[in-house]
């Protein structure tokens, strides 16, 4: 069955480093997003990305945050100088839209610490 | 902005009983899924619900929604150990009110079920 990938599972960092978090949507997706979840707390919309270019962002994706889909199969999250507040585990997640169901299938995460 | 509320947000319960949960959102909707999360792990499709009065059953969860109370309730039957995880219900933001493809999630409700 198809999935979404996500790379690497954890990353720990100094806070001011630059991050890349990488995802594999599935193949014959449309739309591709970040959420990320803190620790314990609900699943926050980050960003969503369609047709090349971000169709969304919350208030949370800030100058710091970037994306890219560099090629036709990965799609990345890019943090420029990281906080401490951005320590939470990122989920990437793909959908064929609401031309389908509109359902998200989610990747495992990538958790990130920032010390 | 499209807010979604659950209720409870912690439930412990004993195997072999009933309960029903709750999933509020405040603007208009026709959409709203059901997620499941273990700690640590991602998160897994449960129920895609797609119209007023959907009902959709998978083994001891039931869901349904109303989408004129804008409302979906996710009731179990005769609990078991294994349904221990956080439950997230997801509504999708109306298309004609410009809403793009992203999910908005409820702060989920940790379910303890007590052998």
């Known amino acids: 069955e198809p999935e979404v990938t996500q790379t690497p599972s954890h990353q720990v960092t100094q806070m001011g480093q630059e991050v890349i978090l990488r995802c594999v949507p599935i193949?014959?997706?449309?739309?591709f997003y970040w959420y990320r979840q803190i620790l314990g707390q609900k699943v926050e919309f980050l960003v969503s990305?369609?047709?090349?270019?971000?169709?969304?962002k919350s208030e949370i994706f800030d100058d710091q945050f970037s994306v890219e889909r560099p090629d036709g199969s990965n799609f990345t999250l890019k943090i420029r100088s990281t906080k401490l507040e951005d320590s939470a585990m990122y989920f990437c997640?793909?959908?064929?839209?609401?031309?389908?169901?509109?359902?998200?299938?989610f990747g495992e995460g990538s958790r990130l610490t920032v010390l | 902005e499209l807010k979604v509320e659950q209720n409870p947000l912690f439930l412990s319960m004993q195997e072999g009983k009933n309960y029903t949960i709750y999933c509020n959102y405040s603007t208009t909707s026709d959409r709203l899924y059901w997620y499941r999360q273990d700690p640590g792990k991602s998160l897994e499709s449960l129920f895609v619900?797609?119209?007023?009065?959907a009902v959709k059953q998978e083994g001891r969860l039931m869901a349904s929604l109303d989408t004129k109370a804008r409302l979906s309730t996710l009731h179990i039957t005769a609990a078991v150990h294994d349904l221990s995880a956080t439950y997230f219900c997801a509504v999708a933001p109306h298309i004609t009110q410009g809403g793009s493809e992203k999910l908005v999630f409820g702060k989920g409700m940790k379910l303890t079920v007590n052998p």
């Open positions: 193949s014959n997706h449309l739309y």
């Open positions: 997640a793909s959908s064929r839209g609401f031309i389908d169901t509109g359902e998200l299938f």
């Open positions: 990305f369609y047709n090349n270019e971000i169709s969304e």
């Open positions: 619900l797609l119209s007023n009065g």
